[in-house]
């Protein structure tokens, strides 16, 4: 069975930096597009960013653009979300998950999910 386990979260001031790891394990990475997702208290999950199974094309919110960097490592499964300037609007739970069919946006689209891991952006 496919598992997917966040960490890196945690608390930062606004313009600092956290690293989100995603690891997989019960399944193979390397076919899989995968995505970032975030939900904040009261908010829809909403599609943060999302790489290709090669890692050659990315997709990232208009939100973080300029500020997040989706990447991954199929030879460790694992794939990372690189958070910088940090805003306190980022705080959320944040998820990563395994693409199944239909828009990358979606989460509906989304097969497998983390358990999510927490991130708090203190102004």
């Known amino acids: 069975q496919v598992q997917l386990v966040e960490s890196g979260g945690g608390l930062v001031q606004a313009g600092g930096s956290l690293r989100l790891s995603c690891a997989v394990s019960?399944?193979?990475?390397?076919?899989?597009?995968m995505g970032w997702f975030r939900q904040a208290p009261g908010k829809e999950r909403a599609f943060v960013a999302g790489?290709?199974?090669?890692?050659?094309?990315?997709w990232v919110a208009d939100s973080v653009k300029g500020r997040f960097t989706i990447s991954r490592d199929n030879a460790k499964n694992t794939v990372y979300l690189q958070m910088n300037r940090l805003k306190p609007e980022d705080t959320a739970i944040y998820f990563c998950?395994?693409?199944?069919?239909?828009?990358?946006?979606?989460?509906?689209?989304?097969?497998?999910w983390g358990q999510g891991t927490q991130v708090t952006v203190s102004s």
């Open positions: 019960g399944g193979t990475l390397r076919t899989d597009f």
């Open positions: 790489i290709n199974p090669s890692g050659g094309s990315t």
């Open positions: 998950a395994s693409h199944n069919d239909g828009s990358y946006y979606s989460a509906a689209s989304y097969l497998y």
